[in-house]
Structure formats: structure tokens, C-alpha cells
């Protein structure tokens, strides 16, 4: 049945009310309801069961010109991370939808801390009971108890969320593990170009009513009114064909595993079907500001195109919705001098290649024993006693770790060395190193050789900002923050913390930055992973098993885990125990 809106009341963002002329007031969220308008025709249909003057969140379906404005945006997803070989390694399950509850927002106020571009001390204000606000970044202790979220500092009364969460959690595992902020587009752009600016450049490649009117406090000022009517005012002229993507945070342990793109796919879908964030016309163009792309391909990989540098030097990205919107981008980037140069490309990668080894590893019947005495003579009185009644008064230990071993080592492959705890994939390991066999002999060519052996070989972590350690090896600031990156440090406000102020799974990772950052023809890595938890330590041998022969690294690692043999996806697998090697391609 059609309705016209008569009135509209925002309290929170999660919660506001419509009032029908001549039908039920409807609860949703705050974000649905400023966007509604009074005069607006609505379609409205009860769900079963649905009576009395007030509906509530599940009571019904909104509609306005066929497009659905409640229930809000909803998607489940499957997300399968493949491997250089399998097709999927593992997946996640993930439930991306519009931000409804209050709790929504306080995930996306803590995921907030972790934006690039977040320039608060605190990300968020919150209402205290007595009518105070407070500035905080999780929900405040106030006076009278607790706080509730009354905005995300940087957000406008225009912007819309979405929420990315984890279906299949493990207990430890956050529940919402991304956001992405959705925002009509900026009501002004200029173009930086060389010796100058270029005047609203959008406007040149776009047609206006695209863009405009937009959200726009300018020339409405509050002249005795609240502010509050003012920003609702700007909200009710919003009439635009774009949309443009303000904030995609996703949670630093999961960037790696490629969900920024996955919920920016979803944000392009949601403008699509429902043509938020006013849903008055249909979207024809999702765009970007992004200082971030620079260092990050993500919006590349979902699609978006470089445009050009806005006045003050931040790139712009755009994606076409419709074949308009596709047309007048190629065209830009075919007929524009500038944007000829770069082709709608932004992001390369800037860790480079590696001259690589000239040739294999070989191990020519090689063994290796080690020899120790153990003595009393330095031991405690009481100790000595007691290992005297069981007889263990001096021994010579002869252990023959390897014997007769026989390996080859390709270049760019990659090798897992298989075993149980003292078997001797430490000693192989060290071998390929510098260490010197009781016989036969290790052949090898020159190369530049990174190892982690603890107590042998160690990198200096230094202690300077992770960032400035990895660059000051790479010599590139910009291939430092790709490559910390890569090996699952990726929030940038880390990058500012010293070694000794990490975690000790975040210092292994970073102890993998620096070998990295030294450009190894061969690197060696022992007990990879022994400190990260299952899931990151897959994520991060799925990150170095691609880094390694995208870049013509020999990879050689050890480990015992099932998760890092998977996402490793080895090219061979050197079994070793009981002295003897053997080893088999990926099956």
C-alpha cells in the first residue's frame, strides 16, 4: 500500500522513526530514516503477522520506486583464498550487510583506530547519561554508567556503513573484521596538474547533474537554527548518479587475505541495487579519494581506475556502474595528456626481482654427527647425588644426524623440510648455510643468502621504527610498508612501533620483513612460523610462498605444521629423520 512520509526523527544512527500519513510510524535505522524525506511516496508492505501503529526493525518492507529501502542491505559470501596451485586453499564465510545496531557502530569506531588517514586522537564521540560527551575510542565508564556512540569523528550525517563480519569464527576471532564508509561525492574537485590547477575537473569528464547537488553545508548557515536542521536540510538536496567510497578498514590481520577488496566488490553491488547512500537515483559511478592507493592495490584489483591527482596530491579512482560511466572513463584516459602517461594505473609493486640463483644446491653424500660429554664435575652436590644413583656419571653422546644425504635444490623452487622435533632439518638447514659437513660436500652458487637459524643466524631488528628498519635495508620507503605488508604487518600505525613493543608473533613477522628486504637469491628460514597462531600462520606462508617466486626467491623452510605445509604449497617436500633425507614433488 502507498503512503506519503509526513515526518522523520533521527535519534541515533541506529535508531530513528517515519512517520506514514495515515498509516503505522516506522522504526529503522537512523542512517535509513534521514534520507527519507516528508512528502515522500512510499510503498509499504507488512510482513505476517505485522499490526497496531508503530512496526518495528522486522515488521515490514519499505519501498520507494521499486528500489527496497528497509530492510537494509544484506549479503552472505563465500570468500576462497587459492594458492600458486590450488584453486582454494581455504575459505572464509562472511556476512556483509549495512550497519543496523548499536553494537555495529562501536565495532566500527574500534576498527577505526586502524585507518591510514585517521588524524583524531580519539575516533569517536560518545553521550554520557548526564547529557556529557566524551571522546574515546571503545565505549567510555561514565559517571553514570556507560557511554553510548553518538558519532565517528571524521563521518558526516550523509555517510552510510557497511560491516564485513566472520560467519565461521574461531572464539578468538573478532566478529566484524571490516568497514566501508559510503558518502555522496565531494562538492568540489580540482585537479593538480604540472605548474598549476585544473578547475573541477570532474565536471569536464562527468556530466554535473552527476554530481550535483550533493551534500553540501555551504551557503547554509545556521542563522539561529540547530545544526542538526541545517545537515538535514543538505541531506534533503542530495540528487546525485555517484557515490563515493570515504573509508574501507579492514582489521590488520586480515588485509592480507584479500577482504578490502571482497567488501569493496559487495559496497559496488549495494550502490548498485539500491542506490545509496540517498537511493533517489540510480548510480552510475562509485569514486574514490585514496592517498592509501599509492601504497595498496586493492581498489585497482576490485576494478577502479586512476582518474588523475586532486589539487592537493591525492589520487582519485573511479569505477564505472554503467556503460556511460565505462564510455566517458575510457575516453578520459585515451584523449588526456596526462592521464595517457599512466593509463589508469596507479599501483606498482616496488619489491623488485632477484638476480636469482645461476644454478642448484647439491648435496653430495653428506654426512654430519655430532659429539658431547656429559660430565658431573659442574653440577651441584645434591644434582650430582642423585644422577650418580642412576648410573649417569659420564657419557660420550655420538649422534649421526645425516648420513649419505643426496639433494638437489632448483632455483626458485620452493622446499619444505618435514620432520619431527630433532630430526635434523636444523642441521640441513645449517648445512645449506655456512656449516661445514663431516663428508661429502655441498655445492652451490654464488648468490646472496638471507637465513633465520636461532642461536646461528639472526637478523638485526634494530631498534628504529619497524618502517624506517625495512626501508633503510630496501633503500625504498614505498617497498618497505608493500612488504611489511605482505608478511602480515599491515596497519600502518605498527609501522611506527619499535621490535621491542611488538608481540612476539608480530617480531617473527617482521623478522621475515628484514631477511626479505635484504633481496635473497636463497633464503632459509627455521621452524617457520612458530610463534603465530593457525590462521596467521597461514595466512603468511600463503604471502611468502607467492612473494618468493613471483620475485625468483629460493624458499627453504622448516616446519612441522599442517597449516604452513598447505599454504606453502611446495614445489617439494624434504622429508628428514632417523639420518636419512628423501624428498617428492607436490602432489
Keep these: 500500500m502507498n503512503y506519503r512520509v509526513a515526518a522523520r526523527r533521527v535519534y541515533w544512527r541506529w535508531f530513528g522513526e517515519v512517520d506514514l500519513a495515515g498509516g503505522p510510524t516506522l522504526r529503522m535505522s537512523g542512517d535509513a530514516a534521514r534520507w527519507l ?5 512510499v510503498r509499504l508492505r507488512p510482513r505476517a503477522g505485522a499490526s497496531g501503529s508503530v512496526f518495528e526493525f522486522d515488521d515490514y518492507v519499505l519501498e520507494r520506486e521499486g528500489r527496497v529501502l528497509w530492510p537494509l542491505w544484506d549479503r552472505e559470501v563465500q570468500h576462497p583464498r587459492g594458492g600458486v596451485y590450488a ?49 574515546a575510542n571503545s565505549k567510555p565508564r561514565c559517571d553514570r554508567g556507560e557511554g553510548r556512540l553518538l558519532e565517528i569523528r571524521g563521518s558526516t550525517p550523509a555517510s552510510r556503513f557497511l560491516v564485513m563480519e566472520l560467519v565461521d569464527r574461531l572464539p578468538f576471532e573478532p566478529e566484524v573484521v571490516g568497514y566501508l564508509r559510503l558518502d ?8 593538480r596538474v604540472p605548474g598549476g590547477v585544473e578547475p573541477r575537473i570532474r565536471e569536464r569528464v562527468f556530466p554535473e547533474d552527476w554530481i550535483h547537488p550533493t551534500f553540501d553545508l555551504k551557503g547554509l548557515q545556521p542563522r539561529g537554527r540547530l545544526w542538526e536542521e541545517v545537515a538535514q536540510e543538505a541531506l534533503d538536496r542530495v540528487d546525485v548518479a555517484a557515490a563515493r567510497v570515504a573509508r574501507v578498514v579492514v582489521h590488520p590481520d586480515y588485509r592480507a587475505d584479500g577482504l578490502g577488496v571482497r567488501l569493496l566488490r559487495a559496497a559496488l553491488e549495494w550502490v548498485q541495487e ?3 547512500p540517498d537511493a533517489r537515483r540510480d548510480k552510475r559511478l562509485v569514486c574514490t579519494v585514496a592517498m592509501m592507493a599509492r601504497y595498496h592495490p586493492f581498489f585497482e584489483r576490485a576494478g577502479f581506475r586512476y582518474l588523475w591527482d586532486t589539487a592537493s596530491g591525492r589520487p582519485v579512482l573511479a569505477y564505472p556502474l554503467d556503460d556511460r560511466a565505462a564510455t566517458r572513463i575510457r575516453r578520459f584516459l585515451q584523449t588526456d595528456p ?147 605488508a605482505r608478511v602480515g604487518l599491515a596497519d600502518a600505525i605498527l609501522w611506527r612501533a619499535r621490535p621491542d613493543q611488538l608481540s612476539t608473533g608480530q617480531r617473527e613477522r617482521l623478522r621475515l620483513a628484514v631477511l626479505l628486504a635484504g633481496r635473497p637469491d636463497l633464503l632459509i628460514v627455521d621452524e617457520f612460523a612458530a610463534h603465530l597462531d593457525g590462521a596467521n600462520a597461514r595466512r ?46 607436490r602432489t
Design 184 to 191: 555522496p561525492p565531494l562538492p568540489a574537485m580540482h585537479r
Design 37 to 41: 524525506r516528508p512528502g515522500d511516496v
Design 87 to 135: 584453486k582454494e586453499l581455504y575459505a572464509y564465510r562472511l556476512r556483509i550487510r549495512e550497519a543496523r545496531y548499536e553494537q555495529d557502530y562501536e565495532a566500527i569506531a574500534a576498527l577505526e583506530q586502524y585507518h591510514y588517514a585517521s588524524d583524531h586522537d580519539a575516533v569517536a564521540v560518545w553521550r554520557c547519561p548526564d547529557g556529557s560527551r566524551r571522546y
Design 338 to 484: 596526462l592521464a595517457q602517461e599512466h593509463g589508469g594505473r596507479l599501483y606498482r609493486s616496488r619489491y623488485p626481482k632477484v638476480s636469482g640463483l645461476a644454478g642448484p644446491v647439491v648435496f653430495r653424500g653428506v654426512d654430519k654427527a655430532y659429539v658431547s660429554v656429559l660430565d658431573l664435575d659442574a653440577l651441584a652436590p645434591e644434582v650430582r647425588r642423585l644422577l650418580e644413583a642412576f648410573g649417569a656419571v659420564r657419557r660420550r653422546v655420538e649422534r649421526q644426524v645425516l648420513r649419505g644425504v643426496k639433494l638437489r635444490i632448483e632455483p626458485g623452487g620452493v622446499y619444505l623440510l618435514w620432520g619431527a622435533s630433532g630430526a635434523g632439518k636444523t642441521t640441513l638447514l645449517r648445512l645449506l648455510w655456512d656449516e661445514l659437513p663431516d663428508a661429502g660436500w655441498v655445492d652451490g652458487p654464488e648468490g646472496r643468502v638471507e637465513a633465520y637459524l636461532p642461536g646461528v643466524a639472526e637478523p638485526d631488528l634494530g631498534d628504529e621504527a619497524i618502517l624506517e628498519r625495512v626501508a633503510r635495508r630496501l633503500q625504498d620507503v614505498a617497498a618497505a610498508a608493500e612488504l611489511l
Design 274 to 276: 539500491r542506490a545509496v
Design 540 to 585: 603468511v606462508a600463503r604471502a611468502l610462498s607467492k612473494l618468493a617466486r613471483e620475485a625468483g626467491i629460493t624458499l627453504v623452510i622448516s616446519s612441522h605444521r599442517e597449516e604452513v605445509r598447505q599454504a606453502l604449497e611446495p614445489d617439494r617436500i624434504v622429508y628428514v629423520g632417523y639420518g636419512s633425507v628423501w624428498s617428492e614433488p
